[in-house]
């Protein structure tokens, strides 16, 4: 099946050297350039986590980062563009050229199953449905077992309502499927870093702490789980491979989470000669002088 994973602009951007949009569709009143986050641009993990998955049942899969495109762009892509499913990448940023991207490829091609995911579509799954009547099914947290059982049942043409873990529509009423249970061995995902080139990178997912700013419990549920150190480790030696610039940003929740875990990684790092420079996110009570050094 030919699936098409894109990562919408945030609105309506103007070609270079044109005025703003001011149909509405474009950038919000005072927005100014430099006033998106500096990662905003960067293709989400996510999408590639799920590309990696349906590359492995074999499906034809394109992963496009439409971030930055002038609308124009966008338009001739999507017109170019085929495919039996669309999943679009939502976060707060961008869901405004999520709808339009959504509005775009519906009238483009009418027959397609569109789906979004994301953190923005993991907290208001019913309400992205509600105002955008051209996506069919939103997935909610961690995606990759939902997203490949849709892909299966688009794929056999069967229904696409109560598929754990999505929001849908049953008739004239949005609807919730039953809860999806989180994946207990994350070992059994592929590495994204097998296909694509990326330096960014996920060893865990989740956190034991539940701090009210962070949207890490909606995502990945209560809890840390975590991938094997050898995996790790060789997912570091693929990526490592693909990179021009060796440096890797490691985007874990609270990576310093499980310290004898990194300690291991640490020295796995340090016996199989990999360098390059690296990044995490983590708690200053989660750290000590032998992590530090």
Same mark, same amino acid.
């Given at each position: 099946?030919?699936?098409?994973?894109?990562?919408?602009?945030?609105?309506?951007?103007?070609?270079?050297?044109?005025?703003?949009?001011?149909?509405?569709?474009?950038?919000?009143?005072?927005?100014?350039?430099?006033?998106?986050?500096?990662?905003?641009?960067?293709?989400?993990?996510?999408?590639?986590?799920? #590309?990696?998955?349906?590359?492995?049942? $074999?499906? &034809? @899969?394109?992963?496009?980062?439409?971030? /930055?495109?002038?609308? !124009?762009?966008?338009?001739?892509?999507?017109?170019?563009?085929?495919?039996?499913?669309?999943?679009?990448?939502?976060?707060?940023?961008?869901?405004?050229?999520?709808?339009?991207?959504?509005?775009?490829?519906?009238?483009?091609?009418?027959?397609?199953?569109?789906?979004?995911?994301?953190?923005?579509?993991?907290?208001?799954?019913?309400?992205?449905?509600?105002?955008?009547?051209?996506?069919?099914?939103?997935?909610?947290?961690?995606?990759?077992?939902?997203?490949?059982?849709?892909?299966?049942?688009?794929?056999?043409?069967?229904?696409?309502?109560?598929? #754990?873990?999505?929001?849908?529509?049953? $008739?004239? &009423? @949005?609807?919730?499927?039953?809860?999806? /249970?989180?994946?207990? !061995?994350?070992?059994?995902?592929?590495?994204?870093?097998?296909?694509?080139?990326?330096?960014?990178?996920?060893?865990?997912?989740?956190?034991?702490?539940?701090?009210?700013?962070?949207?890490?419990?909606?995502?990945?549920?209560?809890?840390?789980?975590?991938?094997?150190?050898?995996?790790?480790?060789?997912?570091?030696?693929?990526?490592?491979?693909?990179?021009?610039?060796?440096?890797?940003?490691?985007?874990?929740?609270?990576?310093?989470?499980?310290?004898?875990?990194?300690?291991?990684?640490?020295?796995?790092?340090?016996?199989?000669?990999?360098?390059?420079?690296?990044?995490?996110?983590?708690?200053?009570?989660?750290?000590?002088?032998?992590?530090?050094?």
């Amino acid at each position: 099946m030919r699936i098409a994973l894109l990562y919408p602009p945030p609105w309506k951007i103007s070609p270079p050297g044109e005025p703003p949009d001011l149909s509405g569709d474009g950038p919000p009143e005072g927005f100014e350039a430099g006033d998106l986050d500096g990662d905003f641009h960067q293709v989400p993990y996510g999408l590639l986590t799920l #590309a990696s998955e349906a590359l492995g049942e $074999g499906h &034809q @899969v394109k992963v496009l980062n439409l971030s /930055a495109f002038p609308w !124009d762009q966008v338009e001739q892509t999507l017109a170019e563009l085929d495919a039996d499913l669309f999943g679009l990448s939502c976060w707060t940023a961008n869901r405004r050229g999520v709808a339009l991207v959504a509005q775009e490829i519906r009238a483009r091609h009418p027959a397609t199953h569109i789906v979004v995911g994301g953190p923005h579509a993991t907290a208001l799954g019913p309400e992205l449905l509600a105002h955008t009547s051209a996506i069919d099914t939103v997935v909610v947290g961690e995606s990759e077992v939902t997203f490949m059982e849709l892909v299966a049942r688009v794929d056999a043409k069967r229904p696409t309502r109560a598929i #754990a873990g999505t929001v849908y529509r049953d $008739g004239e &009423q @949005v609807t919730r499927g039953p809860k999806r /249970a989180a994946i207990r !061995d994350l070992d059994q995902l592929t590495p994204p870093h097998e296909h694509f080139s990326s330096h960014i990178m996920m060893t865990s997912r989740g956190c034991p702490w539940a701090c009210t700013f962070c949207g890490a419990q909606s995502a990945w549920g209560r809890g840390f789980r975590s991938h094997s150190v050898p995996y790790v480790l060789d997912a570091l030696e693929r990526a490592l491979e693909r990179l021009p610039v060796k440096m890797i940003a490691i985007k874990d929740d609270t990576f310093t989470t499980d310290r004898k875990r990194v300690l291991a990684l640490c020295r796995g790092i340090r016996d199989r000669g990999l360098r390059f420079l690296w990044s995490c996110d983590t708690r200053v009570d989660m750290l000590d002088a032998e992590l530090l050094h």
